[in-house]
């Protein structure tokens, strides 16, 4: 069984046309994978909506109410602001501010009810890995990641790998399970980037593996995290479900880090988990660059998905990329050809710096206390 869950609300919703999150996503990824056969009818489900009750197992109730509060009345007072981090700069009110990331979490959990027997579920709607408690967060208004991994546990499924590659690290997720033996966190990330934190020393009590990467990381130094920190890692923790936040934003292009990657560092990151563990759950993440973000999870999507990824796009996906906008960005002024036509970016290789290796090193000595077998 692989499917993709997704939503309608994701199309035209938007944080305000001022935002990062003002570009379309979720709607490209569907659009475009149905424009290439990628999407029948079976391998598609409808993401249910969160209620506020499921949503309580790990958000406050204060918080749940003050979100769908701020949704209805369409602003919030300055107590709301100051206790709950709504109405801000970054996590704006906007006239899908509770229904849409509840869709993210209601993705998340029905993921996890379906993965109960095996398989691979893609909720690129998915990856708010900042929402904490309490609060909004970088974006995230609620925390799906944490909601993922919970359902999963709920059907008794134990040990959970949980990596994520977004340019920011996955602090949300950290608050919530670093001090769980059975889930294994790995986060590669911009180093002193927002949230500023995810050092290499910050281990936890559990599994707890972050590597901060310097400013124009290539695809050969993700390689190397790849294959000597992450696959590893994992492999030898033999988890029982794999959940992997895919975050576009550490692809070159996109405006808010200094990461180099192609998305082909994300795909090998990807096409090397999918074997280590019978459930597989793939979530969308952050990325704010239209065209890396669409091709970026749709081609996620065709990987996860048993697809051969076409060198070259058919005229109706074509069609799907030539349709977007990016307004207010110099690039969307003149895009690069291969945005339009292809899925893949060329590689961008690199030389692998003394400073990567060297933390990549610090944490590979650690992978030896990972536990190889069930207690």
């Not at 499921?54 to 709301?80: F, I, Q």
């Not at 190397?224 to 029982?240: N, Q, S």
């Amino acid at each position: 069984m692989t499917l993709l869950l997704g939503h309608e609300i994701y199309r035209g919703s938007s944080y305000g046309d001022w935002h990062p999150l003002r570009v379309p996503r979720v709607s490209t990824v569907m659009d475009l994978s149905r424009a290439l056969d990628w999407l029948p009818a079976d391998r598609f489900r409808t993401s249910p909506r969160a209620r506020p009750a499921a949503l309580r197992a790990w958000h406050s109730a204060a918080y749940v109410e003050a979100l769908m509060r701020a949704e209805t009345e369409g602003h919030v007072d300055d107590a709301t602001k100051a206790r709950h981090g709504l109405g801000t700069v970054s996590n704006p009110v906007f006239p899908e501010m509770f229904r849409r990331p509840a869709t993210g979490v209601g993705g998340a959990i029905l993921a996890g009810e379906l993965l109960a027997q095996g398989g691979r579920v893609h909720v690129p709607g998915g990856g708010t890995h900042h929402g904490m408690p309490d609060r909004a967060n970088g974006f995230c208004y609620l925390n799906d990641c944490v909601f993922g991994i919970l359902s999963l546990r709920a059907r008794g499924i134990r040990r959970i790998a949980y990596v994520d590659i977004d340019a920011h690290h996955m602090d949300g997720v950290e608050a919530a399970f670093a001090d769980d033996p059975d889930i294994l966190l790995i986060s590669t990330h911009e180093e002193r980037r927002w949230p500023w934190t995810g050092a290499l020393d910050d281990a936890g009590l559990g599994q707890v593996f972050n590597l901060p990467l310097p400013c124009g990381t290539n695809d050969d130094e993700m390689a190397l995290a790849r294959d000597r920190l992450i696959l590893p890692a994992v492999e030898a923790f033999r988890p029982d479900a794999i959940v992997m936040q895919c975050g576009a934003d550490a692809v070159e292009e996109d405006p808010l880090s200094r990461l180099a990657l192609s998305n082909r560092a994300h795909l090998a990151v990807l096409r090397g988990l999918m074997p280590l563990a019978p459930r597989f759950l793939l979530l969308g993440g952050g990325g704010y660059n239209p065209w890396s973000v669409g091709r970026l999870w749709t081609a996620a999507w065709g990987t996860l998905s048993g697809r051969d990824l076409p060198d070259r796009l058919p005229a109706a996906a074509e069609a799907v990329l030539r349709g977007l906008e990016w307004r207010g960005n110099r690039r969307g002024k003149a895009p690069p050809a291969h945005w339009f036509t292809t899925l893949i970016d060329p590689p961008r290789a690199g030389p692998v710096r003394s400073d990567v290796a060297n933390r990549v090193a610090i944490l590979r000595a650690r992978i030896e206390r990972v536990p190889k077998i069930l207690p």
